[in-house]
């Protein structure tokens, strides 16, 4: 009897050949779940040990009442009004007396529409909160732009500077976009 030409014969090795391919395949799928596993627990034993270390340092506290400071500080700083068209209105007035009284000439003067703080989604920031952009463009004199850069930093009220440009072509002019925090309620 010939066995390589029998039909029997060559279906039970063809059914072993697959079961064996079959197992080969589940052994490599098992490696790379362990592998996988394996990568996942070296990564938990990390964040196991780093927040062991974290948990032995003591400068946590004094840290944690610095910052509440600053924040304390922040929110007495901090712009207050009604609504958001009389945070819009008060910042634009301000910006115009400050400007009036260094004597500056205004070309453009534009306040937007107070917007929420943008913050990472694990930072907790109040409802009440609002972030206002002014953009004002006036003439370049360098002794009154000290005056006003020091008004700025000498308010009452927390106002910053995110964008300076001074243009230096026909009549020199300053373009300032300024950044007010803004906490719509009662003023206090």
Do not use: C, K
Request: charged share 25%; aromatic share 8%.
């Amino acid at each position: 009897m010939n066995l390589s030409l029998d039909p029997v014969w060559r279906l039970r090795v063809g059914v072993a050949a697959a079961v064996a391919l079959l197992w080969v395949f589940l052994l490599l799928e098992l490696a790379d779940r362990v592998d996988a596993a394996q990568l996942r627990e070296s990564r938990a034993l990390t964040q196991v040990a780093r927040m062991q270390r974290l948990s032995r340092e003591d400068e946590w506290p004094a840290f944690r009442d610095v910052v509440n400071a600053r924040l304390a500080t922040l929110r007495e700083r901090a712009w207050r009004g009604e609504s958001e068209g009389l945070l819009q209105a008060q910042l634009q007035d301000w910006l115009t007396q400050r400007l009036t009284e260094t004597g500056l000439v205004q070309r453009e003067l534009a306040v937007s529409l107070p917007v929420p703080l943008e913050h990472p989604e694990d930072v907790e920031v109040p409802a009440e909160y609002r972030l206002v952009r002014a953009r004002v463009v006036f003439d370049f004199q360098p002794a009154t732009f000290n005056v006003l850069v020091r008004a700025l930093s000498e308010s009452p009220q927390w106002v910053w500077v995110e964008r300076l440009q001074v243009r230096n072509w026909g009549a020199p002019t300053v373009e300032l976009e300024l950044g007010a925090l803004f906490i719509i309620g009662a003023p206090a």
